[in-house]
């Protein structure tokens, strides 16, 4: 049991576009979920907390109208990267949480040009 | 002072020995405790637990935890090649806030 998807797995885009990642909890309802974004051998940063039917909680230093988060549901919360620049390509990665354990997704690796 | 903190490495050891990862937490309240391993280029896995002082022991992975000391360790025994890897500690506290540490970097050597 819990299992964290993601979608799509890898992705490549032109600079200026916008960008949707999906994040699904598969056995399991989450009323909130993680995004985090990793750069190449670096920790792990968290960028937002996902909540079903409310807002986002953004870290500080995170742009919230760059980096748009829909928790519409138990278990799909969906991570929008809007114009997309080089220095956005990173490995981002979502968790939900089953207790008091975070699972993680697969990761999407986007690379923009 | 950051919220966990582990050793980043790298650490090498002997395939067949014992690997020791150590992490220590700030706050004093805190009741979860957490491993997770990471493979390079992948997200990270969640390999063991713990809640109370004292050991838990799970095939090869032994963690051990020390409230008093806010210290807790991963015991890695008969070390495999496969297990070369970053091994993240993380902590959720007592404001239900999860952190994780910047990982330590493992390699087992054949």
């Known amino acids: 049991g819990a299992v964290v998807s993601q979608h799509p797995s890898r992705v490549i885009c032109k600079s200026g576009t916008s960008v949707k990642i999906e994040c699904r909890s598969l056995?399991?309802?989450?009323?909130?979920m993680f995004w985090y974004r990793q750069f190449p051998k670096k920790s792990l940063m968290l960028m937002a907390t996902?909540?079903?039917?409310?807002?986002?909680?953004?870290e500080q230093g995170v742009e919230k109208d760059k980096f748009l988060i829909n928790h519409a549901s138990l278990t799909l919360s969906t991570l929008t990267v809007t114009s997309a620049h080089p220095e956005d390509s990173s490995f981002y990665i979502c968790?939900?949480?089953?207790?008091?354990?975070?699972?993680f997704g697969p990761g999407t690796r986007l690379t923009v040009t | 002072q950051k919220e966990v903190e582990q050793n980043s490495g790298p650490l090498s050891v002997p395939e067949g020995a014992i690997a020791s990862l150590n992490c220590t937490y700030s706050d004093r309240g805190s009741q979860s405790f957490f491993w997770y391993r990471q493979y390079s280029g992948k997200s990270p896995e969640l390999i063991m637990s713990?809640?109370?002082?004292g050991d838990k022991e799970d095939g090869r992975f032994t963690a051990q935890l020390n409230k008093a000391s806010q210290y807790v360790s991963l015991l890695i025994r008969d070390s495999q090649p496969s297990d070369s890897a970053t091994y993240l500690c993380?902590?959720?506290?007592?404001?239900?806030?999860?952190?994780f540490g910047t990982g330590t970097s493992l390699t087992v050597i054949p």
């Open positions: 713990i809640y109370s002082n």
């Open positions: 996902s909540n079903e039917g409310s807002k986002a909680t953004y």
């Open positions: 993380a902590v959720m506290n007592t404001g239900n806030q999860f952190y």
């Open positions: 056995d399991f309802q989450a009323t909130t």
């Open positions: 968790s939900a949480g089953v207790h008091y354990e975070q699972y």
